[in-house]
């Protein structure tokens, strides 16, 4: 018998975005498996970019192409196999990942928009990619391979115009079957490149939020890989690892198991060996909050702040319960944030903005809840519909009276060979308790959350305020509220920060496509011309208007207090003292690169640095003194990797410059290091 080429691919847009990108880790553990089963019968190689796999395939034409399927690469994919098919209609094309609808009217229509696809692989990939393995072994043609289901499989027929799935579905229950595609040396070839390799120690979720394809898709179970084969991962890919710092775990709930302190012990070990991983990327399991506790103390400064730890996605049991979540309990997360504070390890949290059941009101309570809890970053998304999962079906859409626009992935769109895809994401912007006006409301709150608290630029002035009894979200909805009365500069970059947020909204996926795709705006996209606004607009009031933004800042929280009655000459001074520090404590790179080095010293009448070591314990106005001299300085290491990205990522405009470094560094690379002069 022949041997089977097989091309598997979990394609990302490289065309501008150069990452950060995981190793292709799901297709690798497909490859493991299917050599397990089919040795030297089936010849594989694995793709991560569209271009690699398009002149593979022109240079030899496989039998297999199998792509991994989900939101951020559905275009692209979708553009290969329509090419794919007018290069040879004997290819085979397969798909797989959780962007399959549930819904049997939905999986039609799903199939029917695909017609070059024929097969799409459910759940668990490496069950269902075998047997399509064994069914081409067993056929002549895709036509004969259609004939009968394919267990774990979905097709659709042509002739009878139904889509075929198989009645029985069959999970790899001990994941020791499926060979490690580390150890294996399968992903070798990816540690030559700036990818960041992805492990998981488990797979599934126990829960079944239903937004999230997770849970459904293992039927609520977990199962594991073995602990020995965690940890040799583990120091494999520290020993082999070249071009980056960063390990990416995939499991949904890291901490759910008692072993996982083994894994954390593990990784330990193997930095103090190796120096890797210097920062890992986790969701942390909701429920053992003192296994996270004991986890986050052995893992020290490896753990990664953007590893959110205690997501709620919503603080209202009404929209809990729509959809079917099970969040920590509130007190038990504000004593581990408590904690976590006083050891000064940061953790993030996270909120998504048009659930089922939420509205203005309760979403505004939420985030004030997180400020109240002392999190260390709040992190809110604007709630996607994704495939696969129980929210996006027609029956639920109808239920809730959701309504969805469309915008452009950021950096997802490239043009590779002759090859034009652009992504889109389908993102909920009303339904039967929020207006569509309601939700455009919160994206400058969200944005200034995130810049003013998260990027920590104005850390200290909304810890100042905190003390003086303002919850942070109040006084930046009266930031927004009364932008109209803000200094000209500054009400012109929120207009057109607005104008923007407006503006990037489409009805229809066609009406995206037509639009990017006009060559004008094409270029414009491949220029940099569309991009994150929140990095945009943080740089573009950094860079251009700083000191008016410090300005109308500070003036509304004094104003504030006036209002409550709450000023007088003793707290004019202390924030006075947080807008000098302020000033000088960011980085300031207006210049260009060259002048941030300079040593800067300045004289307060408050210790802030020993209010802020202390980190919340006592107020400011307990660290009233003769003057302290403190100097804002950059180590040497720091100015190294400052300059290095600076050249890496430069572009004509500083302000894109700065967004595509802040992507590749931690938020505290961006501030001088404060010491007493
Ligand atoms: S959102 Fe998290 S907890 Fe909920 S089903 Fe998905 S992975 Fe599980």
Same mark, same amino acid.
């Given at each position: ?104 009217? *939905? ?529 040497? *290491? ?28 931690? *938020? ?10």
């Amino acid at each position: 018998m022949n041997t089977c080429k097989i091309y598997l691919a979990d394609l990302v847009h490289n065309y501008v975005s150069k990452g950060p990108h995981t190793f292709p880790i799901n297709v690798g553990y497909i490859a493991s498996y299917a050599k397990k089963c089919y040795g030297e019968k089936v010849q594989i190689k694995l793709f991560k970019y569209p271009l690699d796999l398009i002149n593979a395939i022109k240079q030899d034409n496989p039998h297999i192409v199998g792509l991994s399927n989900y939101t951020w690469n559905l275009d692209i994919n979708n553009k290969i196999i329509s090419w794919i098919k007018s290069q040879s209609r004997d290819i085979v094309t397969i798909y797989g990942g959780p962007d399959y609808p549930i819904g049997r009217e *939905e999986s039609l229509r799903y199939l029917m928009e695909r017609h070059e696809l024929d097969f799409y692989v459910l759940n668990q990939g490496e069950t269902g990619f075998v047997n399509i393995l064994e069914r081409y072994f067993s056929c002549d043609s895709i036509n004969e391979m259609k004939k009968e289901p394919v267990e774990n499989c979905s097709f659709y027929n042509e002739n009878s115009n139904e889509i075929i799935i198989s009645d029985t579905y069959e999970y790899i229950e001990d994941l020791e079957e499926i060979p490690s595609p580390y150890l294996s040396g399968i992903m070798d070839e990816f540690f030559e490149n700036n990818l960041i390799p992805l492990m998981e120690t488990n797979r599934g979720c126990p829960y079944s939020c239903t937004y999230c394809a997770w849970g459904r898709s293992s039927k609520k179970k977990v199962f594991s890989f073995s602990l020995e084969r965690v940890k040799e991962e583990i120091e494999y890919i520290a020993k082999k690892i070249k071009r980056t710092d960063l390990l990416f775990f995939g499991d949904a709930n890291f901490g759910i198991f008692e072993r996982d302190v083994e894994i954390a012990e593990c990784m330990r070990y193997v930095k103090d060996i190796y120096d890797y991983p210097k920062s890992i990327y986790v969701a942390w399991a909701k429920t053992a909050p003192q296994r996270t506790i004991r986890m986050a103390e052995i893992l020290g400064d490896i753990v990664g702040i953007a590893s959110p730890f205690g997501s709620f996605q919503s603080m209202d049991s009404t929209v809990t319960k729509n959809i079917k979540r099970t969040n920590m309990n509130t007190n038990e997360f504000k004593k581990i944030q408590d904690y976590f504070m006083e050891k000064g390890i940061s953790f993030s949290s996270e909120l998504i903005l048009g659930l089922p059941g939420e509205t203005r009101e309760t979403h505004l309570n939420g985030l004030k809840s997180l400020f109240d809890y002392n999190t260390a970053a709040i992190i809110c998304y604007n709630l996607r519909m994704l495939g696969g999962t129980e929210l996006n079906t027609d029956e639920n859409r109808r239920k809730f009276d959701i309504k969805t626009k469309y915008r452009l992935i950021d950096g997802g769109f490239g043009k590779y060979d002759e090859i034009v895809s652009i992504e889109h994401e389908e993102m909920v912007l009303h339904t039967s308790t929020m207006t569509m006006e309601d939700a455009l409301y919160f994206r400058p709150i969200h944005f200034l959350i995130q810049f003013l608290w998260n990027y920590k630029y104005y850390g200290e002035l909304l810890t100042l305020l905190k003390e003086e009894g303002v919850n942070p979200v109040d006084f930046i909805v009266k930031i927004v509220d009364d932008r109209n009365s803000a200094p000209p500069g500054i009400r012109k970059i929120f207009d057109n920060f607005m104008h923007e947020a407006h503006k990037e909204w489409f009805d229809t996926k066609h009406d995206l496509l037509e639009y990017y795709s006009k060559p004008e705006n094409f270029e414009s996209l491949c220029k940099g011309g569309f991009g994150k606004l929140n990095y945009k607009y943080m740089y573009t009031f950094l860079l251009e208007s700083k000191k008016e933004f410090d300005s109308y800042l500070f003036t509304t929280a004094i104003n504030m207090l006036a209002e409550n009655g709450e000023i007088n000459d003793a707290k004019r001074k202390q924030f006075n003292n947080i807008l000098g520090f302020t000033e000088k404590v960011c980085i300031d790179f207006t210049n260009g690169f060259e002048s941030v080095a300079t040593e800067k010293v300045s004289e307060y009448e408050y210790d802030i640095l020993k209010w802020k070591q202390e980190t919340g314990k006592r107020p400011l106005s307990g660290f009233r003194c003769n003057g302290v001299r403190l100097k804002f300085t950059l180590p040497e *290491e720091q100015i190294g990797a400052l300059k290095k990205l600076y050249e890496q990522c430069k572009k004509e405009d500083l302000n894109q410059t700065l967004r595509k470094m802040v992507e590749y560094m931690s *938020e505290r690379d961006l501030f001088y290091k404060v010491d007493y002069a």
